[in-house]
């Protein structure tokens, strides 16, 4: 079964809103990935929050981690017709050599 | 940052025959390589990890002769695909892990390899 659920499942928005997507966890992370994965093709890494940081940012992301609820929340903000595609977040559990599992997905659409 | 290339990007086979995909990580040496299945609109599926010069770690459910996958050098993993079916179907990603100029715990994937089965 999957480690992370994410919600929503899809998410569809205007240019220039802001996009939130939650990831919740079931196990100890060491540390919690997301990813951007366009139609058909390979991931491309967002952005990486260790299990002893709350809140990390990078250019129009901000990601949070609250390793009491197991969760994690990606905001995008002022979004863009680019920005559309599926975001995965990854969790790298303890004690798993690294191993990431990942997120069932949003699929965020932008719309003009 | 760190590339990792897959080839073929689409194959198309024949049921009952085999196929084998290549990952390569192209400007840093691969330690680690994973890979994964994906189902359309699904999330990545572990099928394997691999590590240079041993034998891979399957997940459970990945059948491991049916799977074989090769981890010769520090630079290219394989993935063959035996007798393969039209179930087999699917997007696989390989990921590469190994001493970058980045963090050490981030993966780097290769844009999949778009597998059909007729």
């Known amino acids: 079964s999957q480690q992370g659920e994410e919600d929503p499942q899809a998410l569809s928005i205007q240019e220039g809103e802001n996009a939130t997507m939650n990831c919740s966890y079931k196990?100890?992370?060491?540390?919690l990935q997301w990813y951007r994965q366009n139609s058909g093709r390979g991931l491309v890494h967002l952005i990486l929050?260790?299990?002893?940081?709350r809140e990390k940012h990078s250019g129009r992301l901000r990601v949070t981690l609250d390793t009491s609820k197991k969760s994690s929340s990606l905001l995008i903000t002022a979004s863009r017709a680019a920005d559309t595609a599926s975001y995965f977040c990854?969790?790298?559990?303890?004690?798993?050599?690294?191993?990431?599992?990942f997120g069932t997905g949003t699929r965020l659409q932008v719309t003009l | 940052g760190a590339v990792v290339s897959q080839h073929p990007s689409r194959v198309i086979c024949k049921s009952g025959t085999s196929v084998k995909i290549e990952c390569r990580s192209l400007?840093?040496?691969?330690?680690?390589m994973f890979w994964y299945r994906q189902f359309p609109k699904k999330s990545l599926m572990l099928m394997a990890t691999?590590?240079?010069?041993?034998?891979?770690?399957?997940e459970q459910g990945v059948e491991k002769d049916k799977f074989l996958i090769n981890h010769a050098s520090l630079t290219l993993s394989t993935l063959t695909v035996t007798s393969a079916h039209p179930e087999d179907s699917s997007f696989y990603i390989c990921?590469?892990?190994?001493?970058?100029?980045?963090?050490?715990?981030?993966?780097?994937f290769g844009p999949g390899t778009r597998l059909t089965v007729t």
């Open positions: 990921s590469a892990r190994g001493l970058t100029s980045g963090s050490v715990y981030e993966q780097y």
């Open positions: 196990t100890s992370i060491n540390n």
């Open positions: 929050i260790r299990s002893n940081e």
């Open positions: 990854a969790t790298d559990l303890t004690g798993t050599a690294s191993k990431l599992t």
């Open positions: 400007d840093f040496q691969a330690t680690t």
């Open positions: 691999s590590n240079e010069g041993s034998k891979a770690t399957y």
